[in-house]
């Protein structure tokens, strides 16, 4: 017998547009240090900061909220940048030596980038005039001149070429040739090597048409444009670096691949000038490395400052990364972590004042961005309120919390203010200012906690468009690492020679792996946390605002419930320090559980209304009341054959090639036994089958689209015990007319586990429930029939509600939860979700994602979505992302999809992995080991930036001309699908926006990203930093060029197919 089932006819315009007023998708602004950068500017009248990367991403940084974004459509490297002062325009050069300029414009009220200019420099060009075309092979430094109206480059061939700025034209007849030069030279000089490449171009502050140009071999010229002729020479041997001209144009400083400086008068009368005034050695006199760059600064005060990178000893410090900071007799050499990518000073640049008066040095490095208070005593690192470098220590997990209350909130920064050496006052120090954040303040505080190899949870303010660091939590305290050894030694003092002083927070190296925090929840309410680790250990924590000092107590829970035949083969557990211990203000421990055997958590949940942890290894999950510092329950759930459960991440015993075999092996498996149960002499039957179909069915009737085949999973698959989710309701369980607490645990090999928990009933007007002890009754088990991983679990209400968090309903903060209607159960596996009615755990709905679409689900969320129409419309939908990258949102409870957007790219397994939803329809992913990626799938909740800047310079309509027209390209440097449509101009073509607007067209299938469901927090996402390698992967990346074909033209044919047909 044939069923048809239809859906509803055609669709729904008011559904369509509620859709639009609920559901779009942006990816707003990209949070943290960015990923490689390459280049540095400054520009000291607007005070802005731009940084470039080798992927071809430009950055621009202002006040904080202030940020634009732009990316070069060639995925080259930024070699140089260069701001025209005070006119929001940015020169850049590309190491394939192509220039790009740039320009901040008003759309609207708001500052957009946008690229306006570029031009790709020639290899050889002719000059009349010229004995010889000169050459420009490669340029090596750009010079703004004339008020930044033009531009001078220095080639690698020696000679200096002029740009107009305004056009990005080449000027003819001003090219300085080294040959000129030479003429100017003596013989004995001239009849030397060559002068090399330009490794530098100054400007003069006062008297713009005088250039200083060094040549590679030492030789310094200073130019007149306006005569065209060469005023001053002095006759350098050593190799040059780098060269900077004090303010008064009186003095010279020259630094040398020797690791030594030289200061040359400027104004003796006679030239060429042949030996400097002064030259030294820093670091000498044992052999150095080179001064790569060098500033010289003068203040009213009297003194000077000498700022330099490099030159550090050869031999006994040549892999320091350092740079010197000198100022009369004070010498201190700032050591950091990371490679020096370039630094400015922020000093006046008014031509009319006599001193520079450094008020800050800043210095980008490969990890980070580090701020020095030149104007205070020590010289102070000035805390960044943005930028802060997320993989100080590489990020293992992260999770948001939303609507964080005042008072915990003001509790947290106080807490961070105590951590931080530097006063309150310094803050207000941060010298990039520029600009005008004009987006409204945040209606609620949203936090983002990231954990870390280390053992660090921290928290940032995610509330706006400036993602600035808070607390830092460290768990490393409580236990005895295997480095503590080695870190005595290292701390033994080192010489006074040089001055070392550690600046900056990135720190790559961890103690020992197995402090690496897994997963994190926190409830805001009683500023209670869990934090659980990749030693199995779970740390129960509250917020308290005073230093104490006490012991923390210690339980163990074995998960394997003595079952033999088990040998955990993996990492020992972490040591604990015993006896009072003391905690600095802020999040303090209170108590340790030690899961046995100590295999990392995988999931984790706290409900502080009930006193109740629950966490979940590969072998099982434990409940454990911390009131009462006892554990409830422990649940194996092992099967017989996982015997890599047992060998842990860290294992020495676990082999990665024995791992693929076996992937491999299951996927041929299955692939033949697919091919088995292909039975062709059903061909003719489904012909017919269709060809009825046709007659019988309305063509204006959508059908249910043609299933998939689903792989059965196997029972005794390896890690099939691993614990996915854990989750506390006040639910119906043992009858439909008393409801209780309830636990519920989901499995890697589909299970479900309901208990029913008896937790004594707090007296009114207390906070603590009695002392008796909480019991667990197993009430259901569930096993779903493919056996597919249990990402996420649910209770709905009676009106197909999430269940508010604990204290949100008693303290009046949510509207309390419907218990008179059924209430029901939404399981989320990576093949299909499924609402189970409560308390009978019979099936009501379901929709098979992977049937339908062929993907996984990797991530789950229950978000609220606002209408953009009627402020006080909101609806809560089922958001997914998939292991292809898209994201998927679905009504709840009836399962019913809405919309659907390509968001991270399916080869970008770390940011899949990464993402985090929030409550409330925004979400997060690494699009880097330093960046998070914000996004929005909320029509109404978007944060981004919305700024303007003051600048003196407007573009006009002989500017306009010049303007590129360009194709849509990608968003983002590190290539994640973000494509932004350029908006049509007067004439119809497409004008290129760099920059991230909420009113750029979005393609139909936009892009987003996910979280887990819990019940304490937001989001909770672990990174397996273990890099454990899955049959699914396999699948995923791996698969068979026939699969692919087969899938591609399923594709077509469920496009191309008018209606559909499913015979049972």
Not at 810 to 826: E, F, T
Not at 921 to 931: A, D, H, T, W
Request: charged share 20%; proline share 7%; hydrophobic share 40%.
């Amino acid at each position: 017998m044939m069923k048809f089932r239809f859906r509803r006819q055609g669709a729904d315009p008011q559904r369509e547009k509620l859709k639009q007023e609920l559901f779009a998708f942006h990816k707003t602004v990209e949070h943290g240090f960015p990923n490689q950068p390459s280049a540095l500017a400054f520009d000291p009248e607007l005070r802005i900061m731009a940084i470039g990367t080798r992927s071809g991403a430009v950055k621009i940084y202002g006040a904080p909220g202030v940020e634009f974004t732009g990316l070069h459509r060639e995925m080259a490297t930024v070699t140089q940048m260069h701001f025209l002062p005070g006119q929001g325009r940015l020169l850049t050069l590309l190491d394939d030596s192509s220039l790009h300029l740039w320009e901040i414009v008003h759309h609207n009220g708001c500052a957009h980038l946008e690229e306006a200019l570029s031009f790709q420099l020639p290899s050889r060009l002719g000059f009349d005039g010229a004995s010889g075309p000169p050459t420009l092979a490669h340029v090596t430094v750009i010079l703004l001149v004339a008020a930044g109206n033009m531009a001078a480059l220095g080639t690698e061939g020696g000679s200096v070429f002029f740009l107009d700025v305004s056009t990005l034209m080449l000027i003819e007849g001003q090219t300085l040739g080294p040959e000129e030069v030479l003429r100017s030279l003596p013989d004995d000089y001239r009849c030397g090597k060559a002068l090399g490449p330009v490794e530098s171009l100054q400007g003069h502050l006062r008297d713009p048409t005088r250039i200083l140009i060094g040549y590679s071999r030492g030789l310094l010229v200073i130019w007149n444009q306006a005569a065209q002729c060469v005023d001053r020479v002095f006759l350098g041997n050593q190799q040059l670096e780098s060269l900077c001209w004090e303010r008064s144009g009186s003095t010279l400083v020259s630094s040398h691949s020797d690791g030594s400086y030289a200061i040359w008068s400027a104004d003796t009368g006679s030239s060429p000038v042949m030996q400097p005034t002064m030259a030294t050695m820093p670091y000498g006199p044992f052999p150095c490395k080179a001064i790569n760059k060098i500033l010289w600064r003068n203040c009213a005060s009297g003194g000077h400052f000498i700022i330099f990178s490099g030159g550090m000893p050869r031999a006994s410090y040549g892999d320091r990364h350092c740079v010197s900071v000198l100022r009369a007799d004070t010498l201190v050499t700032l050591d950091f972590t990371s490679r020096i990518i370039d630094f400015f000073t922020v000093h006046s640049m008014r031509p009319e004042d006599e001193f520079d008066e450094p008020q800050a040095l800043a210095v980008l490095l490969e990890e980070e961005l580090v701020v020095l208070d030149l104007q205070m005593p020590g010289w102070p690192v000035v805390p960044a309120p943005y930028l802060a470098p997320l993989h100080s220590s590489a990020i293992t997990c992260s999770a948001h919390v939303a609507n964080v209350p005042a008072k915990l909130w003001a509790r947290i920064v106080s807490a961070g203010e105590q951590q931080s050496a530097q006063p309150a006052s310094s803050a207000s120090s941060w010298p990039i200012t520029g600009g005008r954040n004009l987006a409204q303040e945040p209606s609620q505080r949203g936090l983002l906690l990231t954990g870390h190899e280390d053992g660090t949870v921290r928290f940032w303010d995610a509330s706006g468009v400036a993602l600035r660091p808070l607390y830092k939590l460290s768990t490393a305290g409580l236990f005895q690492t295997d480095c503590e050894h080695a870190d005595s030694l290292a701390q033994a003092p080192e010489d006074d020679w040089p001055p070392f002083r550690k600046v900056g927070c990135f720190d790559p190296y961890s103690d020992d792996p197995r402090l690496g925090v897994q997963k994190v929840a926190l409830c805001k309410y009683t500023a209670q946390m869990v934090v659980a680790g990749t030693a199995g250990q779970v740390l129960v924590l509250e917020l308290s605002d005073m230093p104490s000092e006490q012991a923390v107590s210690m339980a163990s829970v074995d998960l394997l419930q003595d079952r033999e035949g088990f040998t955990w083969k993996g990492h020992e557990r972490l040591s604990p320090r015993t006896g009072p211990l003391p905690w600095p203000a802020g999040f303090q421990p209170r108590v340790l559980v030690q899961c046995l055997p100590p295999a990392a958590v995988t999931a984790v949940t706290l409900h502080t209304e009930w006193s109740l942890v629950a966490f979940g290894t590969s072998h099982g999950f434990g409940l454990f009341d911390y009131q009462r510092k006892s554990p409830v329950l422990a649940r194996c759930t092992l099967h017989p054959n996982d015997s890599l459960a047992m060998e842990g991440p860290l294992s020495r015993v676990k082999s990665l090639k024995k791992s693929l075999r076996q992937s491999f092996r299951r996927i041929r498996k299955s692939r033949v036994s697919g091919k088995k149960r292909v039975v062709n002499t059903n061909s003719k039957l489904q012909e017919a089958n269709a060809q009825l179909a046709e007659q019988a069915c309305p063509h204006d009737v959508e059908m249910t689209p043609v299933q998939r085949r689903i792989e059965p999973r196997s029972a005794d698959d390896s890690l099939s015990g691993v614990v996915r989710c854990l989750y506390f309701a006040d639910t119906f369980l043992r009858d439909a007319a008393h409801h209780g607490p309830t636990m519920w645990a989901g499995t890697n090999s589909g299970s479900v586990f309901a208990y029913a928990l008896e937790v004594p009933v707090a007296v009114a007007g207390s906070e603590k429930r009695p002392e008796r002890a909480v019991e667990a009754v197993l009430g259901k088990e569930v096993q779903l029939m493919h056996r597919a991983p249990v990402v996420a679990i649910a209770v709905l209400d009676g009106r197909g509600r999430p269940l508010p968090e604990p204290f949100e309903a008693s303290q009046d903060l949510a509207q309390a939860p419907d218990m008179q209607g059924g209430h029901a159960v939404l399981i989320a596996s990576e093949e299909q979700f499924k609402v189970f009615t409560l308390p009978k755990v019979s099936a009501k709905t379901k929709f098979k994602l992977t049937a339908h679409e062929g993907c996984r689900v990797r991530k789950v969320a229950l978000a609220t979505f606002a209408s953009v129409a009627c402020e006080d419309y909101a609806e809560t939908c089922l958001a997914c992302l998939t292991n292809l990258g898209d994201v998927h949102v679905f009504s709840v409870p009836g399962l019913r999809p809405q919309v659907h957007y390509s968001c991270i790219r399916k080869e970008d397994i770390s940011g899949i992995a990464s993402c985090v939803f929030t409550r409330h329809g925004q979400g997060f992913y690494l699009i880097s080991p330093s960046e998070f990626e914000r996004f929005s799938l909320s029509a109404r909740n978007i944060t981004e930036p919305l700024c303007s800047l003051d600048i003196s310079w407007s573009h006009g309509a002989a500017h306009a001309s010049y303007r590129l027209q360009e194709s849509p390209k990608l968003s983002q440097a590190n290539g994640t699908p973000g494509i932004l449509l350029a908006p049509q101009s007067r004439d119809g073509s497409p004008n290129p926006v760099h920059s991230k607007r909420a009113d750029t067209p979005e393609r139909p299938e936009a892009m987003l990203s996910p979280m887990s469901i819990d019940s304490a927090i937001s989001a909770d996402t672990t990174l397996d930093t273990t890099g454990d390698i899955t049959v699914e992967d396999v699948k995923d990346f791996l698969g068979s060029s026939e699969e692919a074909a087969k899938n591609l033209r399923n594709l077509v044919e469920d496009e191309a197919r008018a209606c559909a047909i499913l015979i049972k």
